[in-house]
């Protein structure tokens, strides 16, 4: 995992203000509704860190 990516996805103000995420495909896995069954929520799909994001979708 990028170390970069690791420290950002550790200092991200969602991650202290409510749980760490944890990590999905060395990129943050989101913090999800419905006490972890749900889909993340709208501040995570937005996220560059997050690994749903579709500038990772990109095949090079």
């Not at 990516?5 to 896995?29: F, T």
């Not at 997050?50 to 095949?59: A, C, I, N, S």
């Amino acid at each position: 995992m990028n170390i970069k990516i690791k420290q950002g996805i550790d200092n991200c103000y969602m991650a202290h203000k409510y749980e760490h995420p944890g990590y999905e495909n060395d990129l943050c896995a989101g913090l999800r509704t419905m006490n972890g069954d749900g889909e993340p929520c709208e501040t995570c799909k937005v996220c560059y860190l997050y690994y749903g994001h579709p500038m990772w979708d990109k095949e090079d």
